[in-house]
């Protein structure tokens, strides 16, 4: 299979149906068995009602011919009426069971990849850009469940009615019957050979449709830019690159449609012409009577729909396959950090019996004292080592600060913290024990982390704050806004706390983003702080404003604080200069500042001066 560059299989037509692939699809409609049930009945129905009508009008020209004006036209008039209700009420069912199943089929499916997401590890999320995720989950599962419910329509009626037409046709004729199947591998050949050709035809189409929305997209949203660097007719050329690319893929699109219709219509009449002659020629040598041969001909177009129908689900399911497997991947695929075996029995055995107050749900101490690098090595995906024979101590209550270079590998030491990654060599502890050896929830549970992109969601500002304690009271939840110097804004928005975010924040300025995130961590008072840059699109007055709530949520509170500006650090218990992945300075402000190194350096800088010179509340 080829792979675009996300290292991501792409959509090309296999050869041959996938039978175990469609099997662990197919397993997603295991709780629709009813809804199955009356599809295969109504199709079946349909099928049978399809055959009868013929088989009617042969009873009608028979009768006729032999039974002349005494015809008992009233009874006949009745079962025609009889049959094309029965056959309208199981086209009916089959749409409705049909719709039932494929809307259940895909909330089964998109339910579990929701849910596995969700279990997924950060590792999966950094190979995969979010457009391609949300693409497998919307319209890779439609066009499956698509295929899954009406395949089985297609499957079901298009058998049934090739197979009671076999019947039918060898019971009242076999040599008529023999005449028309002859016709059936050429038109089963050319229909599969077709159907394949436009598929693929118009899966280049989609393609190059989808890189038209994209230039749009951005020719569009990044027209400022485009000005300010003239790239105007640079961007009109590639675009109507694009344009005729899209205009040669669907001319060979429609002619292949072109071709093959018309293929189709003339071996339909090759059948019916080879059942005239030869039907014909029994009817005047008297072997059969005239409404047999009305009858086949009728049979001539009915035995053709389904092979064209099953020839095109074929196609489909062997080009859908590669969504087929991106889609159960998603599904499927095991979070790479997870409890491990003897963790969640630790678990297990925890719940069965009451558990004292100091031990955890998997068995070990409720608190974190003392955490530990150890020897600790970590690349991302195999790449370059980010660090290297990293060693660090942190003690309960120490506010332990990180600066140093963009892309020293500040961040990184806090995502191994999180468990979000584990240590590619040494391990990490807390207590001495190995923190693969607790569980994965419990220690996130004892986290907060505010991030320099905070993540808000839809919602109110209420309920952003609260998804720290979703116990918390009313006051809880204004006093930690206060004590993070968050009211001022939200009481001067319209609906205060009720004002809606939008989604992932939108409506919000990043700094007041931040200022809800900090909220939010507060309120779940967490035994240890992780802040990542959590300050950096805050105004200084702010954030000075932030401090003295700052230096309440610190005390005796295991602290994790990276920041650029200098005023949120200063009086850290420890200062550690991050470089290379490595500890190149390490000590209290006033030390690092006499020593005259990298620390000296930034605080000398010109930003950092202003912030470090005017006095916060946190300054000594
Ligand atoms: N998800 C990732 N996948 C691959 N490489 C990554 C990933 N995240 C970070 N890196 C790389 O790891 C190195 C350390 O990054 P990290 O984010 O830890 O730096 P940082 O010290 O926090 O920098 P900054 O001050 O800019 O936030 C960088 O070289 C970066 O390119
Ligand atoms: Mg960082």
């Known amino acids: 299979m080829t792979s675009d560059q996300a290292g991501v299989p792409r959509d090309e ?26 599809l295969v009945l109504f199709a079946m129905g349909t099928a049978l009602f399809d055959t009868a009508l013929p088989w009617v ?8 011919t032999t039974a002349g004006a005494s015809l008992p036209l009233g009874r006949y008039a009745a079962l025609y009426a009889f049959l094309t209700l029965g056959l309208a009420s199981c086209v009916m069912g089959f749409i409705n069971s049909g719709g039932a199943l494929r809307t259940g089929v895909s909330f089964e499916i998109r339910r579990a990849g929701f849910r596995n997401l969700q279990d997924l590890s950060f590792s999966f999320f ?38 009671s037409v076999t019947v039918v046709m060898f019971l009242v004729d076999w040599r008529l019957a023999l005449t028309l199947l002859s016709v059936v591998p050429a038109l089963a050949w050319v229909s599969r050979y077709f159907q394949r050709k436009i598929l693929s035809s118009s899966r280049v189409v989609r393609k190059i449709n989808s890189k038209i929305t994209a230039a749009y997209n951005e020719g569009i949203s990044g027209v400022r830019t485009t000005k300010v660097f003239v ?30 219709l018309p293929l ?20 005047l040598a008297g072997a059969i009577p005239l409404g047999t041969l009305v009858m086949f001909l009728a049979f001539c177009h009915l035995f053709f729909d389904p092979i064209q129908e099953l020839a095109r689900l074929f196609a489909e399911m062997q080009m859908a396959q590669a969504s087929a497997e991106r889609v159960l991947g998603l599904i499927e695929e095991q979070p790479a950090i997870a409890d491990s075996a003897s963790v969640r029995a630790n678990i297990a055995n925890q719940t069965a019996s009451a558990r004292p107050a100091d031990i955890a749900v998997d068995g070990g101490a409720a608190e974190i004292g003392v955490i530990r690098f150890e020897g600790v090595s970590f690349t991302y995906d195999g790449g370059q080592e980010v660090l290297r024979d990293f060693d660090l101590e942190v003690h309960a209550g120490e506010t332990l600060a990180l600066v140093g270079p963009t892309g020293g590998g500040k961040s990184t030491i806090l995502s191994l913290l999180c468990r979000f990654y584990e240590p590619t060599s040494g391990r990490i502890t807390l207590d001495g024990v190995d923190y693969t050896d607790r569980s994965l929830a419990w220690l996130q549970s004892q986290l907060g982390i505010v991030l320099q992109t905070p993540q808000l969601f839809s919602g109110s500002i209420a309920e952003n704050i609260r998804y720290g304690d979703l116990e918390a009271s009313d006051e809880d939840l204004h006093a930690a806004a206060r004590l993070v110097g968050a009211e001022q804004f939200i009481l001067g928005l319209d609906e205060g706390y009720a004002t809606q975010v939008g989604e992932g924040g939108g409506k919000l300025s990043t700094g007041e983003k931040q200022l809800l995130s900090f909220a939010r961590a507060w309120l779940k008072s967490p035994a240890i702080l992780i802040m990542d840059e959590a300050t950096s699109s805050i105004d200084t007055e702010t954030e000075r404003h932030i401090q003295a709530g700052l230096a309440q949520v610190l005390t005796g509170r295991t602290s994790f604080v990276i920041a650029h500006r ?43 001066r202003e912030t470090g010179q005017q006095p916060g509340a946190w300054d000594e």
């Open 126 to 163: 950094d190979r995969r850009p979010v457009g391609w995720l949300m693409a497998r989950m919307t319209s890779d599962c439609e066009r499956l469940t698509n295929i899954l419910a009406w395949g089985l329509l297609d499957l079901v009626w298009g058998f049934s009615v090739m197979s």
């Open 57 to 64: 009008t042969k009873a009608v020209v028979d009768d006729l």
């Open 264 to 283: 189709v219509l003339v071996l339909a009449s090759l059948a019916s012409g080879l059942v005239l002659g030869v039907g014909g020629s029994r009817v």
């Open 13 to 38: 037509p296999k050869a041959g149906v996938d039978l175990a692939l469609w099997r662990r699809l197919w397993s997603f409609t295991r709780p629709f068995s009813r809804e199955k049930r009356r």
């Open 566 to 608: 200098l005023s949120t650090i200063r009086s850290a218990d420890r200062i550690l200069v991050i470089k290379d992945g490595r500890i190149t300075e390490s000590g209290k402000h006033k030390e690092l500042l006499d020593l005259g190194g990298h620390y000296h350096e930034l605080y000398t800088s010109q930003s950092l």
């Open 231 to 260: 790239r105007e007719s640079g961007n009109a050329d590639e675009f109507s690159r694009l344009t005729l690319d899209m205009r040669g893929a669907s001319v060979r699109n429609a002619l292949q449609s072109a071709v093959y």
